[in-house]
């Protein structure tokens, strides 16, 4: 975390393509920006009429990258925040859709996903677009985007104006290696080449609790918003009160908003959440 903290960030050059289509309240467009020296791919909406519209940057979980698609993850917070007035950029991250290559994101603890996304709201910033107000954004996560979220918050305070996590994975990196990593065997080869480099959790305790957005929480200076079902058997719902207890000690505004019987993808009570979802950027970009 300190290494994030420490980047120079270079987020810049949006650059808006071919249409995916006109829904009638807003438009969707393939993009691309350019950061770290790569070119990250994304999807964006836009409302109809002038704007200029706050933004929202999201951050979506796990893909398998073979088989991702551009967009994928969240569509129906696009669609419902974009019928609401706001642009949403959906960044692809690297590795995915039509971005540039990073052979080391497994190897780095993904930590690399929070540079991209910190680069999607710099590039946002630093646009001409004139529909796009810079200075009124906020970012959404969801499962691993949600860690990817807590990890932008903790590095760059300030640079957005709230966040709302979904699902997400734990603010400790060593419950994400128990839970996801240590007994998959498709990542063997990369599972040894963490023990060689920086040692298991058990082994390197320290080192995993750098890498966890948890130990830099005394840096997030935005208002927080936790979305979490009591049925998560992907992502505990103990994760959520662990990193809404970790948040509150470090006198961030957090709220936690747990939704009883519902699992990973949240569903008979996603309309409900997504609702306060709006409500919570309204008040904090409005």
Not at 21 to 31: H, I, K, Q, S, T
Not at 97 to 104: F, H, I, K, L, T
Not at 245 to 266: I, K, S
Request: proline residues 5%.
């Amino acid at each position: 975390m300190a290494a994030l903290a420490q980047k120079k960030y270079d987020g810049r050059d949006l650059r808006v393509g071919r249409s995916l289509g006109d829904v009638g309240p807003y438009e969707r467009f393939l993009v691309t920006y350019r950061g770290d020296g790569l070119r990250i791919s994304g999807v964006m909406a836009v409302p109809d009429g002038k704007g200029p519209f706050p933004v929202l940057v999201l951050n979506h979980g796990y893909i398998e990258p073979r088989t991702y698609v551009p967009g994928q993850g969240m569509p129906r917070e696009m669609d419902f925040l974009a019928r609401q007035g706001y642009v949403v950029l959906h960044t692809d991250y690297r590795n995915h859709a039509g971005s540039d290559r990073d052979d080391d994101v497994d190897h780095e603890l993904r930590l690399p996903y929070t540079v991209d996304t910190i680069n999607a709201v710099q590039a946002v910033k630093a646009s001409k677009l004139r529909y796009l107000d810079g200075d009124r954004v906020g970012w959404l996560g969801r499962s691993m985007g949600g860690e990817v979220t807590l990890r932008a918050l903790a590095a760059q305070p300030g640079l957005v104006d709230a966040a709302v996590v979904y699902a997400s994975t734990s603010s400790l990196a060593a419950d994400n290696w128990e839970q996801f990593y240590r007994g998959d065997g498709d990542r063997a080869v990369t599972n040894r080449r963490i023990d060689r480099t920086y040692g298991l959790p058990d082994d390197s305790p320290g080192f995993w609790r750098r890498a966890s957005a948890r130990s830099a929480f005394d840096r997030v200076t935005e208002p927080v918003l936790v979305h979490h079902g009591t049925e998560d058997d992907t992502c505990p719902p103990r994760w959520a009160r662990a990193t809404v207890d970790a948040l509150e000690e470090e006198g961030v505004d957090v709220t936690l908003r747990m939704y009883e019987g519902e699992g990973h993808t949240f569903e008979g009570q996603w309309q409900r959440s997504i609702e306060r979802t709006e409500a919570f950027f309204d008040e904090h970009l409005g």
